[in-house]
């Protein structure tokens, strides 16, 4: 497993009866988790001191807040984002995702040339912004108006030169096919694709019919020599295995290199355990 353990900030405490309970830089949330299918004893006192609540309520479901603020700050290792309570449980923020950035950090800051990443599905930018610390220059895509602002805003308490991040609001399939045609390559691309959505144009998006097309097109926009391409996903029933295998299926014939897949994961703190949060497919220039 991929495991995202580099956190000051924020901690995962406890993990039980289908929620978790989390530590965001001084406030307490409670959040449902679909991985989290056993019923043990919720025996941390801390699950009576959170500070916001989310609760399904039929298809939706809505936060129950005690003195929480709108917006708030986290940091990890140099950069800051903004966390706010949003719709469907999320907070602008999966601290998992720090176990890639780790990885391809050092990637891009060793790769003796310049890196131009295309980040794609980008949401509020956390990747863009490790990515643009680590010395890339970021095209950062989201069909999202919305998360591209909160993005910038990111980028902006990270103290990322403006020039090192471009945004683009856009559905990301029909930008890169564009890009193929304008000739416009990168060294490296990330994208965290949704299970299901639409663009701003109406385009329906379901992963599973989708994703080899996808890849296809990215292997096309790829200089001759790549440095990265990282896969997320937090499709259920899509296994790290089956995202990897597409990812060697387009790039390692073309490219060479290897692929590495696994979930990714956050130690719970009551268990010593890690929860498995998604999944991860790593493709590299260099041989494993």
Same mark, same amino acid.
């Given at each position: ?63 129950? &807040? ?15 984002? +903004? ?49 643009? &610390? ?68 109406? +385009? ?49 014939? &073309? ?34």
């Amino acid at each position: 497993m991929f495991i995202s353990d580099g956190w000051k900030e924020y901690r995962l405490i406890d993990a039980e009866g289908g929620e978790r309970l989390e530590y965001w830089n001084g406030y307490l949330l409670i959040r449902p988790d679909p991985q989290v299918i056993w019923n043990g004893e919720k025996k941390s006192p801390l699950w009576k001191k959170a500070d916001g609540i989310y609760r399904r309520e039929g298809g939706g479901g809505s936060w129950i &807040k005690r003195d929480i603020p709108e917006q708030w700050n986290i940091g990890y290792k140099g950069m800051t984002f +903004e966390l706010s309570p949003m719709g469907f449980k999320h907070t602008g923020l999966f601290p998992e995702q720090a176990a890639n950035w780790d990885w391809f950090m050092p990637l891009i800051e060793n790769a003796g040339r310049p890196i131009r990443l295309l980040n794609l599905f980008a949401y509020t930018g956390a990747a863009s912004i490790a990515a643009a &610390k680590a010395g890339a220059h970021v095209c950062h895509v989201d069909a999202s108006k919305g998360m591209v602002q909160r993005a910038k805003k990111n980028a902006e308490l990270s103290g990322i030169r403006p020039d090192s991040i471009r945004y683009i609001v856009d559905d990301c399939e029909k930008f890169v096919a564009r890009e193929i045609r304008r000739g416009s390559l990168y060294d490296a691309v990330i994208l965290d694709p949704p299970s299901y959505g639409r663009g701003p144009g109406g +385009e329906k998006w379901l992963l599973e019919q989708s994703l080899d097309r996808l890849i296809g097109l990215i292997s096309g926009v790829l200089t001759e020599k790549p440095l990265l391409v990282l896969l997320n996903s937090y499709t259920t029933g899509l296994s790290a295995s089956t995202c990897g295998y597409i990812l060697g299926r387009h790039l390692c014939g &073309k490219y060479g290199g290897s692929v590495s897949s696994d979930e990714i994961g956050i130690p719970v703190e009551s268990s010593g355990m890690p929860l498995p949060c998604g999944a991860a497919s790593r493709w590299t220039e260099r041989n494993k």
